[in-house]
Protein backbone atom coordinates (compact mmCIF):
# COMPACT_ATOMS: atom_id res chain seq x y z
CA UNK A 1 0.00 0.00 0.00
CA UNK A 2 0.91 3.42 -1.21
CA UNK A 3 2.78 5.54 1.80
CA UNK A 4 0.67 8.64 0.15
CA UNK A 5 -2.63 6.51 0.83
CA UNK A 6 -3.74 7.85 3.82
CA UNK A 7 -5.04 4.84 6.32
CA UNK A 8 -7.51 7.52 8.22
CA UNK A 9 -9.49 6.61 4.52
CA UNK A 10 -9.66 3.37 5.05
CA UNK A 11 -10.81 3.82 8.67
CA UNK A 12 -13.84 6.25 7.64
CA UNK A 13 -15.07 3.21 5.22
CA UNK A 14 -15.17 0.46 8.25
CA UNK A 15 -16.92 3.09 10.26
CA UNK A 16 -19.18 3.31 7.91
CA UNK A 17 -20.00 -0.08 7.94
CA UNK A 18 -20.76 -0.50 11.50
CA UNK A 19 -23.36 1.33 13.45
CA UNK A 20 -22.33 2.04 17.25
CA UNK A 21 -25.31 4.05 18.09
CA UNK A 22 -28.66 2.73 19.33
CA UNK A 23 -27.48 0.80 22.48
CA UNK A 24 -29.82 2.41 24.43
CA UNK A 25 -32.64 0.55 22.82
CA UNK A 26 -31.53 -2.82 24.12
CA UNK A 27 -32.16 -4.38 26.99
CA UNK A 28 -29.50 -6.62 28.77
CA UNK A 29 -30.05 -10.52 28.65
CA UNK A 30 -28.77 -11.85 31.82
CA UNK A 31 -28.52 -15.83 33.09
CA UNK A 32 -27.47 -16.44 36.49
CA UNK A 33 -25.92 -13.03 37.05
CA UNK A 34 -24.02 -12.29 33.69
CA UNK A 35 -25.00 -10.88 31.02
CA UNK A 36 -25.02 -12.55 27.69
CA UNK A 37 -26.65 -10.74 25.29
CA UNK A 38 -29.06 -7.66 24.21
CA UNK A 39 -32.59 -7.59 22.87
CA UNK A 40 -34.06 -4.99 21.53
CA UNK A 41 -36.70 -3.27 23.42
CA UNK A 42 -39.53 -3.99 20.64
CA UNK A 43 -38.44 -7.47 20.03
CA UNK A 44 -38.92 -8.17 23.82
CA UNK A 45 -42.99 -7.53 23.29
CA UNK A 46 -42.51 -11.16 21.16
CA UNK A 47 -41.48 -13.05 24.12
CA UNK A 48 -43.98 -11.75 26.29
CA UNK A 49 -46.07 -14.39 25.24
CA UNK A 50 -44.05 -16.98 26.68
CA UNK A 51 -44.15 -16.28 30.48
CA UNK A 52 -43.04 -20.08 30.97
CA UNK A 53 -39.65 -19.29 29.27
CA UNK A 54 -39.11 -15.51 29.61
CA UNK A 55 -39.06 -13.26 32.56
CA UNK A 56 -38.50 -9.85 32.47
CA UNK A 57 -37.31 -8.35 35.86
CA UNK A 58 -37.32 -5.32 36.89
CA UNK A 59 -36.42 -4.95 40.54
CA UNK A 60 -33.66 -2.13 40.25
CA UNK A 61 -31.32 -4.47 40.67
CA UNK A 62 -27.40 -4.08 39.04
CA UNK A 63 -28.64 -4.47 35.32
CA UNK A 64 -31.90 -2.68 35.77
CA UNK A 65 -34.75 -3.68 33.60
CA UNK A 66 -33.72 -7.00 31.68
CA UNK A 67 -34.86 -10.29 30.24
CA UNK A 68 -33.57 -13.12 31.76
CA UNK A 69 -35.28 -17.18 31.69
CA UNK A 70 -37.61 -18.36 33.83
CA UNK A 71 -35.62 -20.03 36.74
CA UNK A 72 -37.18 -23.65 36.58
CA UNK A 73 -35.02 -23.92 33.51
CA UNK A 74 -32.02 -24.83 35.34
CA UNK A 75 -30.21 -26.56 32.70
CA UNK A 76 -28.36 -26.41 29.89
CA UNK A 77 -30.71 -28.82 27.62
CA UNK A 78 -33.62 -27.36 29.49
CA UNK A 79 -33.29 -24.02 28.69
CA UNK A 80 -32.49 -25.06 25.01
CA UNK A 81 -35.47 -26.54 24.23
CA UNK A 82 -37.16 -24.35 25.86
CA UNK A 83 -36.02 -21.70 23.91
CA UNK A 84 -35.65 -23.69 20.83
CA UNK A 85 -39.58 -24.10 21.11
CA UNK A 86 -39.93 -19.62 21.35
CA UNK A 87 -37.71 -19.30 18.23
CA UNK A 88 -40.02 -22.42 15.95
CA UNK A 89 -43.55 -20.62 17.00
CA UNK A 90 -41.62 -16.58 15.89
CA UNK A 91 -40.61 -18.80 12.72
CA UNK A 92 -39.01 -17.09 9.84
CA UNK A 93 -41.70 -13.72 10.38
CA UNK A 94 -39.70 -12.37 12.85
CA UNK A 95 -36.49 -14.66 12.89
CA UNK A 96 -35.75 -15.00 8.82
CA UNK A 97 -33.09 -17.88 7.94
CA UNK A 98 -33.58 -20.43 10.45
CA UNK A 99 -30.84 -23.32 10.00
CA UNK A 100 -30.98 -25.73 12.82
CA UNK A 101 -27.68 -24.75 13.67
CA UNK A 102 -26.85 -24.41 17.68
CA UNK A 103 -24.60 -21.57 18.18
CA UNK A 104 -23.48 -21.98 22.28
CA UNK A 105 -24.75 -19.07 24.67
CA UNK A 106 -21.58 -17.63 27.08
CA UNK A 107 -20.33 -14.38 28.74
CA UNK A 108 -17.05 -14.94 27.12
CA UNK A 109 -15.27 -17.91 25.21
CA UNK A 110 -13.81 -19.85 27.53
CA UNK A 111 -16.98 -19.70 30.38
CA UNK A 112 -19.32 -22.40 30.87
CA UNK A 113 -22.26 -22.66 28.21
CA UNK A 114 -25.67 -21.62 29.43
CA UNK A 115 -27.53 -22.55 26.64
CA UNK A 116 -27.61 -23.65 22.81
CA UNK A 117 -29.35 -20.94 20.60
CA UNK A 118 -30.24 -21.37 17.06
CA UNK A 119 -27.63 -19.49 14.58
CA UNK A 120 -30.39 -17.55 12.72
CA UNK A 121 -31.67 -16.28 16.17
CA UNK A 122 -28.27 -15.02 17.62
CA UNK A 123 -28.13 -11.73 16.73
CA UNK A 124 -31.76 -11.04 17.71
CA UNK A 125 -30.79 -11.65 21.20
CA UNK A 126 -27.56 -9.95 21.35
CA UNK A 127 -25.42 -13.34 21.78
CA UNK A 128 -21.40 -13.02 21.43
CA UNK A 129 -20.79 -14.54 18.74
CA UNK A 130 -17.46 -16.29 17.57
CA UNK A 131 -16.60 -17.28 14.03
CA UNK A 132 -13.20 -18.47 12.03
CA UNK A 133 -11.73 -16.58 9.11
CA UNK A 134 -8.93 -18.19 6.98
CA UNK A 135 -6.59 -16.13 4.71
CA UNK A 136 -5.43 -18.24 2.02
CA UNK A 137 -2.52 -16.84 0.23
CA UNK A 138 0.25 -17.80 -2.25
CA UNK A 139 3.37 -16.25 -2.75
CA UNK A 140 4.09 -15.55 -6.65
CA UNK A 141 7.45 -13.74 -7.60
CA UNK A 142 7.84 -12.80 -4.65
CA UNK A 143 4.54 -11.14 -4.09
CA UNK A 144 1.33 -12.62 -2.08
CA UNK A 145 -2.07 -12.56 -3.49
CA UNK A 146 -5.38 -13.60 -1.58
CA UNK A 147 -7.65 -16.17 -3.12
CA UNK A 148 -10.78 -14.28 -2.68
CA UNK A 149 -14.35 -15.57 -3.10
CA UNK A 150 -17.69 -14.15 -4.38
CA UNK A 151 -20.28 -15.18 -2.80
CA UNK A 152 -23.51 -16.63 -3.97
CA UNK A 153 -26.58 -14.46 -5.25
CA UNK A 154 -28.69 -17.12 -3.96
CA UNK A 155 -27.09 -16.43 0.13
CA UNK A 156 -29.45 -14.83 2.14
CA UNK A 157 -26.90 -12.33 3.63
CA UNK A 158 -24.34 -10.39 1.38
CA UNK A 159 -25.11 -11.67 -1.38
CA UNK A 160 -22.17 -11.95 -4.61
CA UNK A 161 -20.13 -9.70 -2.50
CA UNK A 162 -16.30 -10.69 -2.07
CA UNK A 163 -15.31 -12.74 0.72
CA UNK A 164 -12.63 -14.86 2.09
CA UNK A 165 -11.71 -18.21 0.93
CA UNK A 166 -12.94 -19.83 3.67
CA UNK A 167 -15.10 -18.37 6.69
CA UNK A 168 -17.78 -19.95 8.95
CA UNK A 169 -19.57 -19.01 12.58
CA UNK A 170 -18.54 -21.40 15.11
CA UNK A 171 -21.25 -23.84 16.56
CA UNK A 172 -21.58 -25.98 18.99
CA UNK A 173 -19.23 -28.84 19.72
CA UNK A 174 -16.79 -27.96 17.30
CA UNK A 175 -13.30 -26.72 18.25
CA UNK A 176 -11.87 -23.11 16.14
CA UNK A 177 -9.24 -25.93 14.04
CA UNK A 178 -11.36 -28.65 13.19
CA UNK A 179 -14.20 -26.00 11.92
CA UNK A 180 -11.24 -24.50 9.68
CA UNK A 181 -10.64 -27.73 8.41
CA UNK A 182 -14.15 -28.49 7.56
CA UNK A 183 -14.76 -25.15 6.21
CA UNK A 184 -12.20 -26.05 4.12
CA UNK A 185 -13.62 -28.78 2.75
CA UNK A 186 -16.87 -27.37 1.73
CA UNK A 187 -16.35 -23.66 1.08
CA UNK A 188 -12.97 -24.37 -1.18
CA UNK A 189 -12.17 -28.19 -1.35
CA UNK A 190 -9.47 -27.91 0.60
CA UNK A 191 -7.95 -31.52 1.62
CA UNK A 192 -7.48 -31.66 5.15
CA UNK A 193 -3.80 -32.55 4.19
CA UNK A 194 -3.46 -28.75 3.29
CA UNK A 195 -6.30 -27.09 5.75
CA UNK A 196 -4.97 -28.13 8.75
CA UNK A 197 -1.11 -26.53 8.41
CA UNK A 198 -3.75 -22.95 8.38
CA UNK A 199 -1.83 -21.22 11.41
CA UNK A 200 -3.87 -19.15 14.16
CA UNK A 201 -2.62 -15.77 13.90
CA UNK A 202 -5.28 -13.69 16.19
CA UNK A 203 -8.65 -12.30 16.00
CA UNK A 204 -10.90 -9.35 15.63
CA UNK A 205 -14.05 -7.70 17.21
CA UNK A 206 -17.07 -5.79 16.10
CA UNK A 207 -20.32 -4.97 17.23
CA UNK A 208 -23.16 -3.56 14.51
CA UNK A 209 -26.75 -3.15 15.36
CA UNK A 210 -29.14 -3.37 12.61
CA UNK A 211 -32.96 -2.76 13.56
CA UNK A 212 -33.49 -5.55 15.82
CA UNK A 213 -30.25 -7.39 15.42
CA UNK A 214 -27.16 -6.67 17.75
CA UNK A 215 -24.85 -8.67 16.27
CA UNK A 216 -21.26 -8.94 18.92
CA UNK A 217 -18.97 -11.23 16.68
CA UNK A 218 -15.45 -12.68 17.77
CA UNK A 219 -13.60 -13.80 14.41
CA UNK A 220 -10.31 -16.17 15.08
CA UNK A 221 -8.41 -15.23 12.15
CA UNK A 222 -6.03 -18.16 10.42
CA UNK A 223 -3.32 -18.14 7.90
CA UNK A 224 -2.90 -20.33 5.33
CA UNK A 225 -0.27 -20.83 2.44
CA UNK A 226 -1.67 -22.64 -0.56
CA UNK A 227 0.40 -24.50 -3.32
CA UNK A 228 0.85 -22.65 -6.52
CA UNK A 229 -1.20 -25.18 -8.12
CA UNK A 230 -3.99 -25.56 -5.94
CA UNK A 231 -7.09 -23.65 -7.50
CA UNK A 232 -10.08 -23.96 -5.01
CA UNK A 233 -13.66 -25.09 -5.53
CA UNK A 234 -16.78 -24.49 -3.64
CA UNK A 235 -18.56 -27.65 -2.65
CA UNK A 236 -21.66 -26.34 -0.59
CA UNK A 237 -22.80 -23.87 -3.19
CA UNK A 238 -22.30 -20.69 -0.98
CA UNK A 239 -19.78 -19.22 -3.37
CA UNK A 240 -19.35 -18.45 -6.62
CA UNK A 241 -16.10 -17.83 -7.98
CA UNK A 242 -12.65 -17.48 -6.48
CA UNK A 243 -9.93 -15.69 -8.22
CA UNK A 244 -6.40 -14.80 -7.16
CA UNK A 245 -5.47 -11.18 -6.55
CA UNK A 246 -2.18 -9.59 -5.42
CA UNK A 247 -2.73 -8.49 -1.76
CA UNK A 248 -1.85 -4.73 -3.00
CA UNK A 249 -4.99 -4.77 -5.41
CA UNK A 250 -7.01 -6.55 -2.32
CA UNK A 251 -6.48 -3.16 -0.23
CA UNK A 252 -7.08 -1.13 -2.80
CA UNK A 253 -10.34 -2.34 -3.55
CA UNK A 254 -11.44 -2.41 0.68
CA UNK A 255 -10.12 1.41 0.22
CA UNK A 256 -12.09 2.64 -2.40
CA UNK A 257 -15.05 0.52 -2.63
CA UNK A 258 -17.67 -1.50 -0.71
CA UNK A 259 -17.60 -4.69 -2.73
CA UNK A 260 -15.98 -6.78 0.43
CA UNK A 261 -18.47 -8.26 2.85
CA UNK A 262 -18.05 -5.80 5.79
CA UNK A 263 -16.29 -8.39 8.38
CA UNK A 264 -13.87 -9.80 5.46
CA UNK A 265 -13.01 -6.02 5.29
CA UNK A 266 -11.60 -6.32 9.16
CA UNK A 267 -10.15 -9.53 8.78
CA UNK A 268 -8.05 -8.57 5.74
CA UNK A 269 -6.81 -5.08 7.21
CA UNK A 270 -5.75 -7.51 10.40
CA UNK A 271 -3.48 -9.36 7.50
CA UNK A 272 -1.88 -6.25 5.94
CA UNK A 273 -1.12 -5.48 9.33
CA UNK A 274 0.31 -8.59 9.83
CA UNK A 275 2.03 -8.47 6.65
CA UNK A 276 3.92 -5.58 7.07
CA UNK A 277 1.75 -3.72 4.18
CA UNK A 278 0.78 -1.44 7.34
CA UNK A 279 3.65 0.47 8.70
CA UNK A 280 2.90 2.97 12.23
CA UNK A 281 4.71 5.72 9.39
CA UNK A 282 0.92 5.39 7.69
CA UNK A 283 -1.16 8.13 8.96
CA UNK A 284 -3.82 6.48 11.37
CA UNK A 285 -1.92 3.47 12.20
CA UNK A 286 -3.14 3.04 16.03
CA UNK A 287 -6.51 4.23 15.19
CA UNK A 288 -7.35 1.81 12.51
CA UNK A 289 -5.49 -1.33 14.49
CA UNK A 290 -7.50 0.08 17.59
CA UNK A 291 -10.77 -0.53 15.23
CA UNK A 292 -10.16 -4.13 14.66
CA UNK A 293 -10.59 -5.12 18.30
CA UNK A 294 -13.93 -2.65 19.13
CA UNK A 295 -15.86 -5.40 19.94
CA UNK A 296 -15.87 -7.58 23.05
CA UNK A 297 -12.81 -9.67 22.15
CA UNK A 298 -13.85 -11.88 25.07
Known sequence: ???????????MVISKKFNFDKQSEFLPFVIEGNV???IHNRFVEHLRGFSDVFVFP????????????????????ERTSAVGYVIEHLGEEHIPGIRNELYPVKSSFDKPIFFSLERA???YFGIKAYGI?????????????????????SKSTYPGMLDHLVAGGLPHGIDCQENVVKECEEEAGIPRSISIKAKPVGAVSYMDIDGYRYKRDVLFCYDLILPESFV??????????????????????????QFFKP????????????????????HGYLNLLRSLREGDCS
Not at 1 to 11: A, D, G, R, Y
Not at 58 to 77: I, R, W, Y
Not at 136 to 150: C, F, P, R, S, T
Request: proline share 6%.
Open 263 to 282: NCAIVIIDFLFRHGYISPEN
Open 1 to 11: MSHNKTLVLIF
Open 232 to 257: PKNEDGEVESFKLIPVKQVAEVIRTT
Open 36 to 38: VGF
Open 133 to 153: HMSGYVELDGEKHLWIAKRSH
Open 58 to 77: KDGGPFGDCVSLHPLLKTAD
Open 121 to 123: AAP
